[in-house]
């Protein structure tokens, strides 16, 4: 498996260079964004690449855009030194396939990496999956256990930003933003998220027994399975 780590900090650079090898990926790095689009699109091909998002000159959000529209599709995992909404939603909408907010801990790196490889190599990019939950964006459709959920758009939606967000905490703001495609939170917004979340737990989690959707009391939400049973 091969990494492209693009971070213009020589010492990160070094030290991520260091651990993947350690774990047994071939890594190379790049110092800057251009050098890493240019190992990107001529070199041999890379399994994953991180990009810090924060580069001199063009930096990771341009470097990841470029990247998308020439259509490669190699995963993407955004290193953040900002952990705003604005940026996650900036970074996942410009085409990188998750975040990972500065300063983090290694095996948190290891694991989002194994998650993107397995993923790569696995699902077909219109596939979005968790458990016996997936999503078909060519053909618009969801199911559980093979059964088709019969959502309306807006639940498509939102389940389809939760999936894209599986593992990390959805907040009413994000969604308000993102989904409902709205500036400002009012009490109004935040009433008709939490009906359609409620609508969309009775017809994703309702009739199974695995519950997928999760509320963090006070933040938000989470998609993703239930760890400790
Ligand atoms: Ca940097």
Redesign the pocket.
């Known amino acids: 498996m091969r990494i492209l780590v693009v971070?213009?900090?020589i010492k990160?650079a070094d030290a991520l260079k260091k651990g993947l090898e350690a774990e047994g990926y071939q890594v190379k790095t790049a110092l800057s964004g251009e050098e890493g689009y240019f190992c990107l699109t001529t070199e041999e091909e890379y399994d994953l690449m991180l990009l810090?998002?924060?580069?001199p000159g063009r930096d990771g959000i341009e470097i990841l855009r470029t990247i998308r529209k020439k259509g490669v599709l190699t995963p993407i995992l955004l290193l953040t030194?900002r952990d705003t909404v604005e940026d996650r939603v900036l970074g996942l909408d410009s085409g990188a396939d998750d975040y990972l907010v500065k300063p983090f801990a290694f095996p948190e790196l290891l694991a989002r990496i194994r998650l993107l490889l397995r993923r790569g190599q696995q699902e077909p990019q219109h596939l979005l999956k968790l458990a016996d939950l997936e999503i078909n964006l060519l053909v618009h459709r969801a199911t559980r256990s093979e059964q088709i959920l019969d959502l309306t758009a807006k639940e498509f939606d939102l389940l389809v930003y939760l999936l894209r967000h599986q593992g990390h905490v959805v907040s009413r703001e994000m969604l308000a933003q993102d989904v409902w495609q709205s500036r400002e939170r009012s009490t109004p917004l935040d009433n008709v998220i939490d009906v359609n979340i409620a609508r969309l737990r009775r017809k994703v989690d309702g009739p199974f027994e695995a519950k997928l959707i999760r509320t963090m009391r006070g933040v938000g939400f989470c998609l993703g399975e239930a760890v400790n049973g």
């Open positions: 971070e213009d900090e990160i810090d998002l924060m580069l030194g």
